[in-house]
């Protein structure tokens, strides 16, 4: 769930994602979508911003750039890639890529929802 929730709040981009959209998008309560959401921010993963919304407080959340979290050499344990028998027949131009990998990019979504 949190993978998920992570990944609705890189898609809100600039603009944010308020918490109550994403409880809705989550299909979840308010209870338990503030607690996901505080488990991002814990993670480093978002932060929230207090927001007068219709009358009402609430948080907005924001994705931490990529910058913002550490990297390190574990950083790389268990990538797809390093056990890949596509790995020379991958590449811009060629018939897998990196950016439309699948196994890359959950392996990726899984490393930040996991930090
Ligand atoms: S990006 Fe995907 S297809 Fe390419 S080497 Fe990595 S795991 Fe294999």
């Not at 898609?11 to 944010?16: L, M, R, T, V, Y």
């Not at 750039?65 to 390190?72: C, G, L, Q, W």
């Not at 060629?94 to 929802?113: A, G, H, M, R, V």
Request: glycine letters at 6%; charged letters at 25%.
């Amino acid at each position: 769930m949190e993978e998920e929730a992570y990944e609705l709040v890189l898609e809100a981009g600039n603009k944010g994602l308020l918490q109550s959209d994403l409880w809705k998008k989550l299909g979840v309560n308010s209870r338990e979508g503030s607690r996901i959401s505080v488990k991002l921010e814990k993670k480093g993963l978002a932060r929230r911003a207090k927001e007068l919304y219709k009358g009402r407080w609430t948080y907005r959340l924001y994705a931490n750039k990529s910058e913002e979290v550490p990297i390190t050499w574990n950083t790389l344990n268990n990538c797809p890639c390093f056990m890949c028998v596509q790995i020379t027949r991958c590449g811009t131009a060629q018939p897998t890529s990196p950016i439309k990998c699948q196994k890359l990019t959950n392996w990726i979504t899984k490393q930040f929802t996991e930090f």
